[in-house]
């Protein structure tokens, strides 16, 4: 049973950073594409950033320069790290891999 589970969510100030870690389970994560994706508040659900088999890196125009994803293969772990948070990042970050998806953790970019 494959399971990804999404923590470090919270409550930050504009500018802030926080880090997101996704935790798999259940499947063969080294040769894995991981993306993380994020839904705010009366708005479909869009793509954030990505991370494939061989480490390489994409991300959303809008995160350039401010999130880092990374990998952890023996921890079986990505992990999204969000700096210069603005409040338009508000949304539920949810991990992914194939057709798996975690249950999400809420980033609320607030003064």
């Known amino acids: 049973q494959v399971q990804l589970v999404e923590s470090g969510g919270g409550l930050v100030q504009p500018g802030g950073s926080l880090k997101l870690s996704c935790a798999a389970s259940?499947?063969?994560?080294?040769?894995?594409?991981i993306a993380w994706h994020r839904q705010a508040p009366g708005k479909q659900r869009e793509y954030v950033a990505s991370?494939?088999?061989?480490?390489?890196?994409n991300y959303k125009d809008s995160v350039k320069g401010r999130f880092t994803i990374s990998r952890d293969n023996a921890k079986n772990m990505v992990e999204l790290q969000m700096n210069d948070l603005k409040p338009e990042d508000t949304a539920v970050y949810y991990c992914?891999?194939?057709?798996?998806w975690g249950q999400g953790t809420q980033v609320t970019v607030a003064s």
């Open positions: 992914m891999t194939r057709k798996y």
């Open positions: 259940g499947i063969d994560f080294s040769n894995n594409f």
């Open positions: 991370i494939d088999a061989n480490a390489f890196t």
